[in-house]
């Protein structure tokens, strides 16, 4: 059974930082296209990153130069820093991974105030 549990989310004024963090049990990330997508109130979930087996990395053009995805095969855990976080970024984020099919955490709450 696959399981992914995020943390690291919380509140921080704008141009602070977070490290979010997704452990996997039940499947090998290394092995599977991963990514972090976020839902703000309102909006639809969006992609946020993604890292493939290979280790091609994509990023949404709104954080392209401020978010860095990594993965930790050793630990089968999955990052996403964030830096200067703008108001925008304020979201529920989410890790998910494909393996037959999607499989996607609980979330976790990213709150950045101006």
């Known amino acids: 059974q696959v399981q992914l549990v995020e943390s690291g989310g919380g509140l921080v004024q704008a141009g602070g930082s977070l490290r979010l963090s997704c452990a996997a049990s039940?499947?090998?990330?290394?092995?599977?296209?991963v990514g972090w997508y976020r839902q703000a109130p309102g909006k639809q979930r969006e992609l946020v990153a993604s890292?493939?087996?290979?280790?091609?990395?994509n990023y949404a053009d709104s954080v392209k130069g401020r978010f860095t995805i990594s993965r930790d095969n050793a630990k089968n855990t999955l990052y996403l820093q964030m830096n200067n976080l703008k108001p925008e970024d304020t979201a529920v984020y989410y890790c998910?991974?494909?393996?037959?099919?999607?499989?996607w955490g609980q979330g976790t709450q990213v709150t950045v105030s101006s």
């Open positions: 039940g499947v090998i990330f290394s092995s599977k296209l």
């Open positions: 890292i493939t087996s290979g280790g091609s990395t």
């Open positions: 998910a991974t494909y393996s037959s099919r999607w499989y």
